[in-house]
C-alpha cells in the first residue's frame, strides 16, 4: 500500500538561533501533541503545511489518497501537529525502508530528523554547523543512509530504526575539498557528488572567498575510491544539479539555459532559457518541466523523452508549478506557486501522463499553497 506525503510551504525563514554541532538525544519535540490514530482502511495521503506569516510554522495533515487520484471530495483533513515554533523548516521527506518512518532533511535548519508520521512524534538524528544537501541515497540495500553537509558525506545504518531506541551515530565515511552537494547514484551504483571550490581572487579583500572551480566526482561507496567524473567538461560554466533515475543522464545550467547531459557521450542538449523544475521520471524514461511560452503569457507542462528526444506539451498553465512523478511514472502532480481564489490556482493539479488529462482535487490550501515535496511511502 503506497501513501502520497506532499511537503508544502509559502515561505522559509531561517532559524534565529545557533544550531548545535553535535549528535542530539532521542527527544520528543518540545510543543508537539502526538496522537494516536486508528488504522486507514485505504491509502492515505500527508500534506506538510506551512504558514505564509508569523509565525512559521508547519502542520501535517492526512487526507484520503482518492482526494489526490480521484479529484473526489474530501472531509476535514486530520491533523497531526508535528513542527512546532523552534525553526524547524523541513524541505525534503524519505522513507526508510525498513519500516514506515520518515527521514526529513531540514535543509536551512541544518538537521536531519525523523518522524513517525502515525504518532506526530519527531525526533532528531543528526545536526551540523553547514547546509545539508537536498538529497538522501540508500546503502547495503537500504540499510543504511547517506547525507552530504558542508565538505562531509555522513553515514549510518537504518536498521531498527525507530522513535523508542538510540539515536544512530552518523559517520563522517568521506572528505571533499570543498562544499559538496550530493546529485544522486549513478547506473553504476556510485555516487556523483558536485565540488563547489572557494579562494581568494581579489588580493585587495583578503577574506572575500568567491567560487573559483566546480568539479564532479563519483566515489564508490563500497570501496571508497573517488575520482574525477567527465573530467574534459567545464563544469564551472555548467553546473550541475541532480543525477536522473536512469543514472545515465544529469541535469545542469549555464547562462540561465537548462541543460540535459547524457554521460555515455558526453553531450548536452539545451532545454531552453525558459524552462523550470526539469525533474526525471521514476523509471527513467522521461523528462517533465515547465516551459514558459514565447510571449511570456503562460506555461505548459513539457515533457521530453530520452529514448528519442522528442518533446510534447501536456497541459497549459496560468502559473509555474512544481512537477512531482508518481512511483509509477503515470501521473504529475502539479504543486500550484501562485494563489488566486478567483482563478482557483490555489488548487494542487494531478496529470495523466498517458492521456493528458487533468483533475483538480478538491483541497482547500487556504495560507499554504507552496508544495516543496511530494514523496510516497510504504
Not at 571550490?197 to 566546480?214: A, C, M, Q
Not at 571508497?224 to 544539479?241: A, C, E, F, Q
Not at 502539479?334 to 488566486?340: I, N
Request: glycine share 10%; with cysteine.
Amino acid at each position: 500500500m503506497h501513501m502520497l506525503l506532499l511537503l508544502a510551504c509559502q515561505r522559509q525563514e531561517l532559524p534565529a538561533s545557533g544550531i548545535a554541532t553535535d549528535v542530539e538525544s532521542p527527544r520528543e519535540v518540545s510543543g508537539a501533541t502526538p496522537t494516536q490514530h486508528s488504522a486507514h482502511a485505504e491509502p492515505a495521503t500527508y500534506l506538510l503545511l506551512g504558514r505564509d506569516s508569523a509565525p512559521y510554522l508547519y502542520r501535517l495533515v492526512r487526507i484520503p489518497s482518492s482526494c489526490l487520484v480521484e479529484a473526489l471530495g474530501c472531509s476535514s483533513p486530520e491533523v497531526i501537529d508535528a513542527f512546532p515554533a523552534e525553526g524547524i523548516t523541513p524541505s525534503h521527506l524519505f522513507w526508510s525502508p525498513f519500516n514506515e518512518l520518515a527521514i526529513i532533511l531540514d535543509t536551512y535548519g541544518q538537521r536531519v530528523l525523523l518522524l513517525d508520521p502515525a504518532s506526530g512524534e519527531l525526533k532528531t538524528l543528526f545536526t551540523g554547523i553547514a547546509t545539508i544537501s537536498d538529497e538522501l541515497v540508500w546503502l547495503d540495500d537500504g540499510k543504511a543512509m547517506l547525507v552530504v553537509q558542508g565538505s562531509d558525506a555522513y553515514s549510518s545504518d537504518v536498521v531498527g530504526l525507530s522513535m523508542l531506541e538510540g539515536t544512530p551515530k552518523m559517520e563522517s565515511v568521506f572528505q571533499f575539498e570543498g562544499l559538496a552537494h550530493l546529485l544522486g547514484t549513478l547506473a553504476n551504483g556510485h555516487l556523483l557528488v558536485r565540488v563547489d571550490i572557494y579562494g581568494v581572487t581579489d588580493p585587495s579583500r583578503p577574506g572575500k572567498e568567491t567560487l573559483v572551480e566546480i568539479q564532479l566526482v563519483e566515489v564508490d561507496p563500497t570501496t571508497g575510491t573517488v575520482r574525477r567524473y567527465l573530467p574534459g567538461i567545464d563544469w564551472t560554466s555548467n553546473t550541475p544539479s541532480l543525477v536522473l533515475s536512469d543514472g545515465f543522464h544529469l541535469l545542469g545550467s549555464t547562462a540561465g539555459r537548462t541543460l540535459l547531459w547524457d554521460a555515455r557521450s558526453a553531450v548536452s542538449e539545451d532545454l531552453g532559457p525558459t524552462v523550470t523544475w526539469p525533474t526525471g521520471s521514476p523509471d527513467g524514461k522521461s523528462v517533465a518541466y515547465i516551459k514558459q511560452s514565447a510571449d511570456g503569457g503562460g506555461f505548459s507542462l513539457t515533457l521530453l523523452s530520452l529514448d528519442d528526444g522528442q518533446s510534447s506539451e501536456l497541459v497549459g498553465l496560468p502559473v509555474s508549478p512544481r512537477p512531482f512523478w508518481s512511483p509509477d511514472s503515470r501521473l504529475i502532480v502539479l504543486g500550484q506557486f501562485a494563489l488566486d481564489a478567483s482563478a482557483d490556482l490555489g488548487s494542487l493539479r494531478v496529470v495523466d501522463v498517458d492521456t493528458g488529462n487533468v483533475a483538480i482535487p478538491n483541497i482547500a490550501f487556504g495560507d499554504y499553497p507552496v508544495v516543496l515535496d511530494v514523496s510516497w511511502g510504504p
